[in-house]
């Protein structure tokens, strides 16, 4: 009878502490830490973000513009709101001690991002927002991509700052704004996605 006793409530004391790694991994709080921890100890990780929010979005600008010389004439460019968010970013990954290497779309929106979050960028004229029928395009952004991306892997984190077509093609995940995509890099380039963190609003 005491044996029955015991085992019933062993078998009650593991259910529960069950449940309770089921809560705490279910919290988007522990899991977003997970992830920083990832993120400060792990190599070969990368971040995936979309341009804060731009007037493309609030209203209508030509998402598919973009000018060489760099003023950003015709471009969708950062709303105020979507600076503060940038800023927000940046210092997300101060509080977590993550100083990452950033690469960027050469378009302003992305660049604006980046400049406000970290300062510092690489970019490159192959990873600006095209037609997705435009299938050279996709195929010289992929190469591109992928090149900078096993370039710079290594023991410090990438940021990844770009349009959601192509963040999609490279992840195969949906990408919002807002969004911070954490992936580990494979040899081959490939990402293995490992989870989504939101930025605090």
Known sequence: ?????????????????????????????????????????????????????STGNKDGTNMLAWDKTGQCQGESTLTEIGKAQAKKIGELFKQHDVNPVVISSPMCRCKQTAELAFGQFITSPPLIQANSSDLEQQALFQSRAT??????????????????????????????LG???????????????????????
Request: charged letters at 25%.
């Open 179 to 201: 969004d911070l995509l954490v992936g580990t890099i494979l040899d081959d380039g490939d990402i293995e996605v490992l989870g989504k963190m939101q930025l605090p609003d």
């Open 1 to 53: 009878m005491l044996f029955d006793m015991m085992t019933y409530y062993r078998k009650r004391i593991r259910f529960f502490i069950l449940c309770l790694l089921c809560l705490l991994l279910a919290n988007p709080v522990y899991a977003d830490e997970n992830l920083w921890e990832k993120l400060q100890q792990q190599p070969n990780m990368i971040v995936f973000i979309r341009n804060a929010e």
């Open 147 to 176: 090149e900078l991306i096993l370039k710079h892997k290594g023991q410090t984190p990438i940021v990844f700052i770009n349009h959601r077509p192509n963040i999609n093609s490279l992840t195969m995940e949906m990408i919002r």
